[in-house]
């Protein structure tokens, strides 16, 4: 038993330690051990070592009163290892939550149980030495009852901050068994046409490039949703032709197949978008299952050719209305270069308050304000290279679009759009970063300001990344210089978020400093100090309550819309 209770307590140690990780914005996990896992997963996986830590719990309980002390060390050392288990399944959980607040208290909940159970095995070893006491009966019985509460607040916590990350993993798990269903019941109507299934293959292929560019979960539902009604189309329809319009059994058999292949690469993609988009995995996934939902559509394409006076039927729209739309994507890019270039030069402008130093060997605010603008200027600057490359390879896809050069060149209205939003997306991010940093530099702003917009720019390039990449040839000068250019952002931005978190750690020292100061006044003047610190929590909450009200509508507003 001794070992089980040295376990625990390094099970204790280990997650106070992740704790102070997290406030600090810096916990990390092996990213092999949740890679490709999705956020239900990891949820069903903390659940389930949830029920197994209460199981055992009962167990000790009821070993501790048998005078056969070997029952209970059986018991001791398996709660040793399950609670071992759950403290890294509650880890892998917490690095998915999207807020600190919500890992805060995730590993908080988890922690107080740890130290219970602790408390449980110490108590039950006191039970099974002196089972005469009544007092080590109650402490087991309390322990035990404080457990089961421990665990219940872990299984709400889950619940509770998870739910808005796993709308869209909930309606794409429902999408993908209709469809499944479908595939084994698919329905056919009076009269369909093979034009009319090509319509709805391009439903799908929109759908497709929908889900491999989706960022919030709003958008993933609206995808799923799109997918559905896209291949139920591609199924009834194909399915009524094959029956009603062709001459030979084996072109009535490649169609049906073709078209179920569609209906299953789709679920796949539909299986791979649930995954993590801050994950480098995820976004090669999406492009290979996306392009075996392409791959599939245009054998479906193929076996309706077979058909009689379907010799002019294509996937894709006029070429002409496509490369309009692949010139004003690149257009937009060279649009988005210039804003953020625009951006960059109103940083020269900015000078940080010059103050005295009187030690220069301290770093001091004038230090921390030109960190600040140092890593502002460098995030404009490499996401200014960023753009530029992008622009370039959506040049050389244009190019290869025009002269048909390969099937993945193929002209794609729903992707070409996709790179239109990602480099808006950036634009808009960098200009909110700018100002973000010059009035933190003016004292006008919070760091919190910065290191979200510095991580809005991260998320931005990615997502811009991951557009260009996907249509365009791995080994081409231009995506070879965005790889580079993206590295660039992505250390610009980190050392952003350090010099943000210097600036804080030194306001809070200043503040500390304030606060002794103002202590030294006397008694009447600490009672004033504690007064004004009450009312401003009462604001913060006050205000902090009317932002997530403000933030439900917004959601639900977003989603009606839908």
Not at 185 to 190: A, G, L, M, R, V
Not at 266 to 291: G, I, P
Request: aromatic share 2%.
């Amino acid at each position: 038993m001794d070992k089980s209770v040295a376990k625990i307590s390094d099970v204790i140690q280990l997650l106070n330690t992740n704790a102070m990780f997290v406030q600090a914005g810096q916990l990390e996990v092996d990213e092999k051990e949740i890679e490709g896992v999705t956020l239900l997963t990891l949820q069903d996986k903390l659940k389930k070592s949830s029920d197994d830590v209460a199981r055992t719990c009962d167990e000790i309980a009821e070993s501790a009163k048998s005078v056969n002390s070997e029952d209970l060390g059986k018991a001791t050392e398996k709660l040793a290892d399950q609670v071992n288990s759950m403290s890294r399944v509650t880890l892998h959980n917490v690095i998915k939550l999207p807020s600190i607040t919500a890992q805060t208290e995730l590993l908080g909940n988890v922690k107080n149980m740890t130290a219970n159970a602790h408390r449980l095995v110490l108590a039950a070893k006191d039970v099974n030495e002196r089972p005469t006491e009544g007092g080590s009966q109650k402490m087991l019985s309390d322990t035990q009852n404080t457990v089961r509460v421990n665990l219940s607040e872990i299984l709400r916590t889950v619940d509770t901050a998870g739910a808005e990350m796993l709308r869209g993993e909930r309606v794409l798990n429902s999408v993908k068994a209709q469809i499944e269903n479908l595939i084994t019941n698919i329905p056919t109507s009076e009269t369909s046409s093979p034009q009319e299934v090509i319509t709805a293959a391009r439903v799908v292929i929109g759908a497709t490039a929908d889900l491999s560019f989706a960022r919030t979960q709003d958008e993933v539902i609206a995808a799923g949703k799109k997918a559905y009604s896209g291949i139920e189309g591609v199924l009834s329809t194909a399915k009524t032709v094959a029956v009603k319009l062709s001459p030979d059994q084996s072109i009535s058999d490649k169609i049906l197949t073709a078209s179920k292949d569609t209906a299953r690469s789709l679920c796949t993609h539909l299986e791979v978008s649930k995954l993590d988009r801050q994950e480098e995995a995820t976004s090669q996934k999406l492009e290979a299952t996306s392009h075996t939902v392409t791959i599939s559509i245009n054998d479906l394409v193929a076996a309706l050719r077979l058909l009689p006076n379907t010799e002019n039927l294509k996937l894709e729209e006029e070429i002409a209305e496509n490369n309009n739309l692949e010139t004003l994507a690149e257009a937009e890019l060279r649009k988005c270069a210039e804003i953020i270039e625009k951006a960059a030069n109103t940083l020269l402008s900015f000078k940080p308050r010059e103050q005295p130093k009187s030690d220069p060997t301290i770093i001091d605010e004038s230090d921390i304000n030109e960190a600040i603008l140092t890593a502002t200027k460098a995030i404009a600057g490499a996401t200014h290279k960023l753009v530029v490359s992008a622009e370039a390879a959506q040049h050389d896809r244009r190019e290869n679009v025009a002269s048909k050069k390969g099937s993945k060149y193929h002209a794609d209205p729903a992707w070409a759009n996709g790179l239109i939003s990602a480099a808006q997306e950036v634009a808009g991010a960098v200009q909110h970063l700018v100002k973000a940093a010059n009035d933190s530099v003016d004292g006008k702003a919070q760091e919190e300001a910065l290191v979200s917009t510095a991580r809005a720019v991260a998320a931005a390039t990615a997502h811009l990344v991951s557009a260009s990449k996907a249509k365009s040839d791995p080994n081409s000068s231009s995506i070879k210089n965005l790889s580079v250019a993206a590295k660039l952002v992505a250390n610009a931005t980190s050392k952003m978020v350090d010099a943000a978190n210097q600036a804080s750690k030194f306001k809070e020292e200043s503040q500390k400093d304030e606060e002794v100061t103002g202590m030294k006044g006397g008694m009447g003047n600490s009672k004033i100090q504690e007064l004004e610190i009450q009312t401003k929590i009462a604001q913060l909450e006050r205000q902090l309550e009317q932002e997530r009200q403000k933030l439900g509508r917004l959601r639900k507003a977003r989603y009606t819309k839908k």
